[in-house]
């Protein structure tokens, strides 16, 4: 459980001890079981041991080889533990075999992940979005789930849908996955709803997205500090997951120029796909938007690999294609500053900028290289609008930059920048 004192920090109050378990076929796992490290811990659990067995091949009925699990299973025992926690996905048979060898609860990567889902989403569509993906995770796993379920108490891989629910007939649980895609069905309606009152005022939409904890939501916040719309910030911690649930703030800087920024759920290896597949709705503003910020931690030894892995995902849900700005984000925690921002400068097929959200520093090189993605097609135009016309110019007054005003005989004479689309749309007044 994860608790904030009154100063804000976090306390985490741990509510198990855990073994972790990897298999290293080929390449290095170090990494990889780092990370599941850090996120069982964002999820409550003392890590106290791990194990990583080197094998070519995974053991059908328990994945990792008999004399394994029997080393397991002394090593729980001596070391106290109530869980493990297995970086591989494990079938339904693998965790029934599991438990009945270790005699503890088994849970793998994508149960972790979906059970700290569960425990930070705050909106409705949020938690209908975890709730989809846990059941449609475990109805194929039902019989491996069984013995698991018939323990009380709680703990890692309870949350959620309840133990009551999971227990009920494969017919009962399809049921309740209808009814949550009709719901959420009903949600994505309203969201296209939104969205093309936006498309018809003409407010260009930026994405934040990247891995977890590379600071999106920090970003926003100071975005919206200049925006002068701080009271609107969101919720920012220095933790994986802190935030899962979507939001949406108008940006506006000087001169009108005005987008909408969204904050997207942070993305992590091994992501699971029925977690993609379940918050795909809510990922669909990415594919809407005119800008992807995709914001990356340059601080982290691995940045490379978390670049590599939100591409995925984003290929993945369809939005590829879109044009992105590389954020290098948290450069004031690099011990060699200027010579690591002059190689990430250079770097990528896309544009890039480093930035320090917490400093404040490369924030105006960003909102430079916003403008030109997003205003460029914008032109500096004279315009003779008649007085029986002043819709149009209060139109132009709230949309446009305007530079200069005067009343002649003929009509409000106006200096302006105009979009492209505004220009055709008032051609006739153009002088």
Known sequence: MINF???NEVITEYECRAILVGIEAGGSIEYSMSELERLAEAAGCEVVGKMVQSAERRNSATCIGTGKVRELAELAENMEVDTVIFNEELSGMQIRNLEDEIGVRVIDRTILILDIFAARATSGEGKLQVELAQLQYRLPRLMGFGKSLSRQGGGIGTRGPGEKKLETDRRHIERRIDDIKAEINRLISTRNTQRARREKNEIPVVALVGYTNSGKSALMNRLLSLSEKADKSVMERDMLFATLDTAQRSIKLDSNYEFILIDTVGFVSKLPHSLVKAFKATLEEVNYADLLLHVTDASYSERDFH???????IKEIGAGS?????VYNKVDLLDDEPETVSTLLRSGEHETVCVSAKRGDGIDELLTLIKKKLFADRMRAKLLVPYDKGDIVSRLCEKATVFATEYTEKGTLMDAELSAADA????????
């Not at 670049?307 to 995902?313: A, F, K, L, W």
């Not at 879109?322 to 590389?326: N, R």
Request: glycine fraction near 4%; charged fraction near 45%; proline fraction near 0%.
């Open 424 to 431: 055709g749309r008032y051609r006739e007044f153009i002088l």
């Open 5 to 7: 004192d009154e100063k």
């Open 307 to 313: 670049i590599d892995v939100t591409e995925s995902v």
């Open 322 to 326: 879109k044009e992105h700005i590389i």
